[in-house]
């Protein structure tokens, strides 16, 4: 056998690809969606999420007292 493919082979094998390509294409579709879907992973992720928020409050809030510290001239401990 040359390895020569019939018109009609191509034509099938051309087919069989593209239906193969729309399987994975909607496969991707679904994977995709599940992955930016950032109200199911806060749901998922409920505990972290408060953690993080906690720990990110208080290091913001830290922040804004020690700046207003150094604005009004205030210092948190005292020179004796």
């Known amino acids: 056998m040359s390895g020569a493919r019939t018109p009609q082979e191509i034509r ?3 087919e069989a690809n593209r ?3 729309a399987v994975a294409v909607e496969s991707l579709r679904g994977e ?3 992955a930016t879907d950032w ?3 806060l749901r998922a992720h409920k505990r972290e999420v ?3 928020a906690a720990v990110a ?3 913001v ?3 804004i007292a020690a700046f207003t510290g150094l604005l009004t001239g205030r210092r948190s401990s005292r020179r004796y």
């Open 12 to 14: 099938a094998s051309i």
């Open 39 to 41: 109200r199911g992973q």
């Open 61 to 63: 809030g830290g922040g």
């Open 57 to 59: 409050g208080f290091v």
């Open 19 to 21: 239906a193969d390509l």
């Open 32 to 34: 995709v969606a599940k």
């Open 50 to 52: 408060i953690i993080g």
